[in-house]
């Protein structure tokens, strides 16, 4: 009796566990859908993609969004590159910041591996995103310095200066030797404050991408 009643117990923990399972699998095909069109628009999306990957490597991301998965010979062939060599290097630096993946599959019980690559947007978005609230993030803590420090600004060059680099220099630029004039730090408030408005407006837009 002791041991049918063990049995049931572990009967139940193993059916717990696949439930469980089961329901992660569910979690993780439940992917994010972003607007690609809007977000290949963004100036801020395309140089990140083209500073890690290069244009071609822009390209290959934006055929794979709009073609979908594709199997590594045939997206080489359809973006005419030699073979799946040459396009590969391009899949491993958008690999390697997440903007891709790959599934691989044994055909035919050959002994190689066929290779299916697909794009990964929303990474992208996430990635913006983080650039934008970092910038905000930086500029809330640079206003809190502004507020407590007076600056000097060239009348040829605009390079600007603390008070104490203003004193070393005898209140001349180190570039071209203007003179440097007190910038009032209400302006200096007033811009980065703008700035932080304006990264606010993009953050929100970016937050409509994700439908």
Excluded at 46 to 60: F, P, Q, S
Aim: hydrophobic residues 35%.
């Amino acid at each position: 009796m002791a041991t049918k009643k063990v049995k049931n117990k572990v009967n139940k923990a193993k059916i717990n566990k696949k439930n469980k399972k089961a329901k992660l699998a569910v979690k993780r095909e439940k992917k994010v859908i972003i607007d690609t069109n809007k977000l290949l628009r963004l100036e801020e999306a395309r140089k990140y993609v083209i500073d890690i990957a290069g244009e071609k490597g822009l390209e290959v991301f934006e055929f794979l969004i709009a073609k979908g998965e594709m199997e590594e010979n045939l997206l080489a062939k359809k973006l005419k590159f030699e073979k799946a060599n040459a396009i590969r290097k391009f899949l491993y630096r958008l690999y390697n910041k997440n903007l891709v993946s790959y599934r691989k599959i044994r055909k035919n019980n050959k002994a190689w591996y066929t290779y299916f690559w697909g794009a990964n947007p929303e990474k992208l978005v996430f990635i913006i995103r983080e650039m934008y609230e970092e910038e905000i993030k930086q500029t809330k803590k640079s206003m809190e310095l502004n507020k407590a420090e007076d600056f000097y600004v060239c009348d040829i060059c605009n390079r600007r200066y603390d008070v104490n680099e203003g004193l070393q220099n005898d209140f001349r630029c180190k570039n071209d030797g203007g003179v440097l004039t007190h910038l009032e730090s209400s302006k200096i408030l007033e811009d980065k404050q703008s700035r932080i408005d304006f990264l606010d407006k993009k953050l929100n837009a970016l937050k409509q991408l994700v439908k």
